[in-house]
């Protein structure tokens, strides 16, 4: 099959890459949850060869992830997963998680399973990236993300660009403290936060 290619995935990898060099240092399991193409996937698990770099997506979209990875060979890739935040996961355990671009996709109920179920597959010192957009105290950070969220809306109600503070709750809640944010190229963030307790 013909590779699926998002440009946005070209754009982005090396300023996430930058990010994770710091903060997956010490990393060696990493789930990415919503690997989309897997453009990021085979980028980051060539760059870090000392991850295992578990790739995940609902059933529609891993024929694509795996085209990738086919292609690179890597030995740090498996083949991925099937995950649908609403349905069963991996067991793990992780010692890092990674999510490119789906908080906004998913509606708040997904987003709030999503970080109710990584105490259960995740270390208990285990790291967790994530980028996107992320509004700050309620209001956008750019006209380009206002922009950017009323076509989310047009495409679907339940997507919209989330809080950063509401987000923050629910990585607090799951036992998460925020350790970096990190602003990022075309009005994104790469927020970082660690487990604090087992």
Not at 11 to 31: S, T, Y
Not at 131 to 143: I, K, M, V
Not at 152 to 170: N, P, S
Request: charged residues 20%; proline residues 8%; aromatic residues 8%.
């Amino acid at each position: 099959m013909e590779k699926p290619h998002s440009p946005s995935c070209e754009r982005n990898r090396e300023p996430i890459l930058g990010v994770l060099r710091e903060h997956f240092a010490d990393r060696r399991q990493v789930l990415e949850i919503g690997s989309g193409t897997g453009q990021h996937a085979v980028h980051f698990a060539a760059a870090l060869p000392q991850l295992s770099w578990q790739s995940s997506d609902r059933a529609e979209n891993l024929p694509g992830i795996r085209a990738w990875l086919d292609e690179a060979a890597l030995p740090n890739t498996p083949p991925p997963l099937e995950l649908d935040v609403g349905g069963s996961w991996p067991n793990g355990p992780f010692d890092a998680v990674f999510s490119a671009n789906t908080l906004h996709i998913m509606a708040w109920p997904e987003v709030q399973r999503l970080f109710a179920r990584l105490p259960a597959i995740t270390t208990g010192d285990a790291v967790l990236a994530i980028y996107g957009p992320f509004n700050e105290q309620g209001r956008y950070s750019s006209d380009g993300n206002a922009a950017f969220d009323a076509w989310l809306k047009a495409r679907g109600e339940h997507m919209a660009i989330r809080d950063a503070e509401a987000v923050d709750a629910l990585a607090n809640a799951a036992g998460f403290r925020l350790r970096a944010d990190v602003a990022m190229p075309a009005n994104n963030r790469c927020r970082v936060w660690q487990r604090v307790h087992g």
